[in-house]
């Protein structure tokens, strides 16, 4: 049947072509007459082959009848084998899906650990060659670690040498200071010895060779001494200067306090004095020499008291100067007191026996009890102890 639409398709396509042919250029009588012959044979011979084709078609339809036959006799046969084929075909499935799933398992554990094994491997061939590194690391190490041994040690021997040379140095500054110090020194002392021997013969020499030390070091202690030696020659602006500039150097110096405070209290600058003597006591409160002079200022303004006081203060702290004794007796002798003036007077002279002021006050003393008594006898034994006081206040 296929075969006849062929031939169908081919008669169409030749009259077609024969149409076309037909207008596009008129052909001549010979030729149409030509072409009808072969017209009429073509349909001939057409008509020939579909006759050919319908008994082929019978036969192929006789063919069909019998497979069709057969095909219905063996379905059954197929259906059960497909049925087979397909129970077969689910058990090879799941026997294949097990072995798939196992050989998977197996991959997914072998396929690490060998990959495992294949990167050790390399690893292991690494590391042998990092150990190779190491080893020569090391060894240039080590040799590097000799040399920066013997380097440092070198080195260290240079800083000691270096600090040996620094440390020499500095005993030899040092050495010149101490040299040029000690000569200064030494120069001083030469000077402030002389100076202090001169005190008393040559006052102005004195001052002179204080004023040499002043040149060299300003020292208060120079300049206390100075001031000393103005005071006594009548210098009371000098003294009072030099006393300033030593405690400007110093201002804890309770010795220039004590001197500065009996120069006030001379010029009768009593509150100066006060204030110079308790500027000294807050300084050292433990200073003898404070609390006397301070008795002194005290017999001068009327605080016979407050004087006492402090000269019995004083004597506690320092019982071995005659001073504070002779001080004592004054405030007694103030206060009226002869006998315990006397007393007092007497303990000084007994400390040291060579003291004009004692004798002379103490003669004062035996002068006033020999006023007040009314015994003959004690007024005659006053009157010449009085008299020997005199005379010895005048071979002194």
């Not at 021997?197 to 202690?221: G, Q, R, S, V």
């Not at 605080?303 to 405030?331: M, Q, W």
């Amino acid at each position: 049947m296929k075969t006849a639409r062929i031939h169908i398709a081919t008669i169409m396509l030749i009259f077609c072509v024969s149409t076309f042919a037909q207008t596009v250029k008129k052909p001549s009588a010979s030729s149409v007459e030509t072409i009808a012959e072969k017209v009429q044979a073509l349909e001939t011979n057409t008509e020939k082959q579909f006759l050919l084709l319908q008994e082929e078609n019978k036969v192929l339809k006789d063919q069909l009848q019998k497979m069709e036959s057969e095909i219905a006799l063996y379905r059954d046969d197929v259906r059960d084998k497909v049925a087979e084929m397909n129970s077969n075909m689910s058990n090879w499935m799941t026997i294949l899906s097990i072995i798939i799933g196992a050989l998977t398992a197996i991959l997914g554990i072998a396929a690490p650990l060998l990959l495992n094994w294949t990167q050790n491997k390399a690893y292991k061939k690494k590391l042998l060659v990092l150990e190779g590194k190491v080893s020569a690391v090391r060894k240039d190490a080590e040799s590097a670690n000799v040399d920066s041994n013997s380097a440092k040690e070198s080195l260290e021997e240079v800083r000691d040498l270096k600090e040996t040379v620094t440390v020499l140095k500095q005993k030899i500054e040092k050495s010149e200071e101490n040299a040029k110090r000690a000569a200064r020194k030494a120069h001083i002392s030469k000077l402030f010895a002389e100076a202090i021997i001169e005190h008393e013969k040559d006052p102005n020499k004195a001052i002179e060779l204080y004023t040499k030390i002043i040149a060299i070091a300003k020292l208060p202690e120079v300049y206390n001494n100075r001031a000393l030696i103005k005071q006594n020659i009548g210098d009371v602006n000098g003294a009072l200067e030099d006393f300033n500039e030593a405690l400007v150097l110093n201002p804890k110096d309770i010795t220039v306090y004590n001197n500065r405070g009996v120069l006030k209290k001379e010029q009768k600058d009593y509150i100066g004095s006060m204030s110079d003597y308790n500027r000294a006591q807050e300084i050292d409160p433990n200073k003898a020499t404070t609390y006397n002079n301070r008795a002194d200022l005290y017999i001068t303004l009327g605080k016979l008291n407050e004087a006492l006081d402090d000269i019995n203060r004083c004597i506690t702290l320092d019982a071995s100067n005659p001073v504070f004794f002779i001080t004592k007796g004054e405030i007694y002798k103030a206060m009226g007191k002869y006998s315990e003036a006397i007393s007092e007077f007497s303990n000084a002279l007994s400390i040291k026996s060579d003291i004009k002021e004692a004798y002379k006050y103490r003669a004062e003393c035996y002068r006033e009890l020999a006023k007040n008594t009314e015994d003959e006898e004690k007024e005659k034994e006053y009157h010449t102890l009085a008299e020997a006081d005199k005379k010895r206040f005048e071979d002194l």
